[in-house]
């Protein structure tokens, strides 16, 4: 998982953003990447289809000033959402820190919500990471449409275990920085 | 195992990284030579890495071997232990080190394929075996991960991913 890198005195942590296609992954990437500071992060790489769907991942890496000696530096993940990329997503997995899960909130896109949370348990299992202990944080995205289901519906299907939640409208950005300092702020006091 | 538990890299083990791929990069003749772990984080390089951005190749290359390493287990091979890409100036040639890390050989017309084969096939032992005294090693004391360093660091992600 994280590495320490003792000669570059460097922290590596890996972050992956898990959830159903289409739902919002790769929106939240893009607006990190628009609006962290530039000297803070390095190029946004997408293997996307020509339709711009997400064919393994979008990776963005973002680097936290030094403290007290030590850069810490997050990589930042999507897989694709579609069903028949398990193994891309599975591959993505390997060696991750922390995961934000993020859920469409459009009744239509519950199945696949759900779909999409076993299959991150059976992924993880796969490699025995144990999600109880791993860092993972819910965002309960596309909050501005009209049909977004309520929050208390979202968590009762989804977050039985009570994991820490975020609401957002990735496309303006709204919830997308509370997301990624909640599951970034895990991760390392999980590595202390 | 160590790819995928926490892990730490010590500035000894990386010195003797960085010496055999030195030796490496100039037997084989190489433009530079890179090292990454299976996750693709970064390890070390040498040579003319010049406008290569190391973080991004390290995530691509990893993605590319485990894309492969599927690929075999659908033709019934075990793994490919080694892949090659061709370029028309620059080649690459990127092998497996003991199921932990990858070691990437970029060569242009200074080289040729079967004489970087022929060096990575004497150096990937000795690389494989760093890795395994790393991994057989308890992880060095005295991490920066104290309270103190932790809250700093929360302190940090505040004032950075303030959107
Ligand atoms: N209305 C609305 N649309 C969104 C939101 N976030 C993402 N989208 C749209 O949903 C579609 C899929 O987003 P994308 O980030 O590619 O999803 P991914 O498959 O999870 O990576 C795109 O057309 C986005 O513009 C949101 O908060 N609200
Ligand atoms: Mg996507």
Redesign the pocket.
Known sequence: MSMINYASREINCKLVYY?P???????NLEYIYERVNPETRGKLISLATEQE??LFFDFLPVDLGEIRGFKTRFHLY?VP?QVYYNASRRLILKGVDGIVF?ADSQPERMDANIASMHNLYENLAEYGYDPRTLPIVLQY?????PNALPIAELREQINPDHLPEFE?????GEGVFDTLKAVSKLVLKSLG | MMADGQWAIAAEDLARLDALLASFLSEARLRCALLLDRTGRFLTAAGETGELDPTTFASLAAADFAASDQLAQLLGEADFSSLYHAGERQSMLLADVGGQAILAAIFDDRSTLGLVRLQMRALLPQVAAVFAEMGDRAPAPGGPLDPAWLAAAADEIDRLFNG
């Open positions: 959830g296609g289409l739902g919002g992954k790769t929106t769907r997400t999507t959402g993020v995205n596309k909050r501005d449409l957002a409208t990735a496309v303006e």
